[in-house]
């Protein structure tokens, strides 16, 4: 911040600075006044008045930004949209300023390679201890306390994923990326080299710290904007990565959500505990979603209905998994014999046993069950009827106010007001359809009359023949008979 002050007073006055860090702005200001050969006042001609005010707002004013990059551009702003000064002298003032800043980065930049050449390499090994080359393309070379750390850039996003994660019961708690070896937070500069190393060099970058980059690494930007995407980010890690002694709690849980076909299940004891929770670690992550999602998105409501036919799916391929099958194996072995003390041949009976683990494919795609999960709730047409199905979503909501009730009373009002139309409506179709009935008997009494008729007037034909063609007549209508 001095520096930049000291360059840009050196190019208004070569033979004229001040050391703004050894006086206050009245002692500042009291200088500029009683130096003879300045101009600086005649601001109508020359910028050197906004210059020395713009010095002067950067070292000596109390303002809350977090760093000196937005303070220096904050007051440049100011001063460019500032309507009551001439174009001439902002095109003046913003010379002197684009002087200032490449004298300025170009100090900042032998600054720089000084502090490299000079600096110590204090780790030179990955995470695993394994040594490192700096003039590997996928390492990086990071300087922080006048030390040099060499680090792989996928330690790396290891390493900031965790921070960005952090989490107390998955509610979201990120915390500033830090180096691991010194607990020191890296700085705003060393995370840009990062990112973009990251980005250049083909490393699989994270998206949590793209979205991190985004907000310029603002950590409470970072979490306001993006909670929910850290708090799913949080789950799938916890379901995957953490120990199979602490995920056994939940596993009990986790088969009741479809108690009707996991009733079945008998799962031994004696079954290695982390070879059953790698088998059901995907059921899981469905469950955690379901558990510990945002309320009111469809990735909580799904994840419970695709998570209740998995586990049909998993009962129905092998309804005996975890059971212990106990076999007897025959087999010829050498012994002793007492008389003769010869080794000679015999079978013997060994008991052997296995766990039946075999379980179908999670990631195994069921169209047809799939169908039958979207068509079981995206038909309904009531989006809030569709989450009652989940049975957690009454208990979540049992503690909410007075306010929630109120408007839950409403909602259930709605639905069943809904219902009720759908009932007229079945009603009217009914009614309809017995309207219906009704026509077609009626064409049906019709019909009869008009086939009496035509039976009357046969009958009068016939009584009016004479008797020897009525005869015939009715010989004609017993062969159609």
């Known amino acids: 911040m001095s520096l930049l002050c000291s360059i840009i007073q ?31 006042f005649n601001m109508y001609d020359k910028p050197n008045y906004f210059l020395y005010m713009y010095c002067s707002n950067l070292h000596y004013s109390n303002n809350e930004m977090k760093n000196f990059a937005q303070k220096k551009y904050f007051y440049l702003n100011d001063f460019m949209n500032n309507i009551f000064i001439s174009k001439n002298i902002k095109n003046a003032f913003m010379d002197y300023f684009q002087k200032a800043q490449r004298t300025y980065f170009a100090l900042a930049k032998v600054a720089n390679i000084y502090k490299y ?9 990955d995470l695993y201890l394994n040594e490192l080359n700096p003039k590997n393309k996928n390492v990086i070379t990071i300087i922080q306390k006048g030390s040099k750390y060499l680090f792989v850039g996928s330690d790396l996003v290891k390493i900031i994923n965790a921070s960005l994660l952090n989490s107390s019961h998955f509610f979201a708690e990120p915390l500033h990326p830090k180096n691991p070896f010194n607990n020191i937070p890296f700085d705003h500069a060393t995370l840009y080299n990062i990112y973009f190393h990251i980005k ?17 690494f603002d950590i409470d930007k970072f979490l306001y904007e993006n909670e929910s995407f850290i708090r799913d980010e949080a789950i799938k890690n916890y379901a995957k990565n953490t ?18 076909y996991t009733k079945k299940l008998f799962i031994h004891d004696d079954i290695p505990i982390d070879t059953l929770i790698d ?23 799904n994840s419970y209905f695709t998570l209740k036919y998995k586990l049909r799916d998993f009962v129905e391929y092998n309804p005996l998994f975890g059971r212990k099958a106990y076999k007897i194996v025959k087999k010829i072995v050498q012994v002793k014999c007492n008389v003769t003390n010869n080794m000679i041949a015999t079978v013997k009976n ?77 009603q009217m179709l009914l009614n309809n359809e017995d309207d219906n009935q009704m026509i077609l008997d009626n064409e049906n009494d019709n019909q009869m009359l008009l086939d009496n008729d035509d039976m009357e007037e046969h009958i009068i034909a016939v009584e009016n023949l004479p008797e020897g063609e009525e005869s015939d007549i009715e010989s004609e209508a017993d062969s159609t008979i």
């Open 243 to 260: 120990p199979s002694s602490v995920l056994q709690h939940d596993l009990k849980s986790m088969l009741f959500v479809n108690h009707r």
């Open 279 to 301: 088998i059901f670690r995907p059921y899981l992550y469905l469950y955690y979603l379901h558990r510990y999602s945002v309320k009111g998105t469809e990735k909580k409501v």
């Open 117 to 125: 050449k000079k600096a110590t390499v204090k780790i030179n090994v």
């Open 350 to 426: 060994i008991s052997t046993f296995s766990f039946n683990l075999d379980h179908i494919n999670f990631y195994k795609k069921n169209i047809e069950n799939s169908k039958n999960i979207f068509d079981f709730h995206y038909n309904n047409n009531n989006i809030s009827f569709r989450r009652l199905r989940s049975p957690s979503y009454e208990s979540e909501h049992d503690n909410i106010g007075e306010n929630n009730d109120y408007e839950n009373n409403n909602q259930t009002e709605d639905d069943n007001q809904m219902l009720l139309n759908n009932e007229d409506d079945n």
């Open 10 to 40: 050196k190019l208004i006055d070569n033979s004229f600075s001040i050391n703004m860090q050894e006086y206050n702005c009245y002692e500042y200001w009291g200088k500029i006044n009683t130096h003879k050969n300045n101009n600086t």
């Open 200 to 216: 250049h060099n083909c490393v699989n970058n994270s998206i949590l710290f793209h979205l991190f980059f985004k907000v310029n």
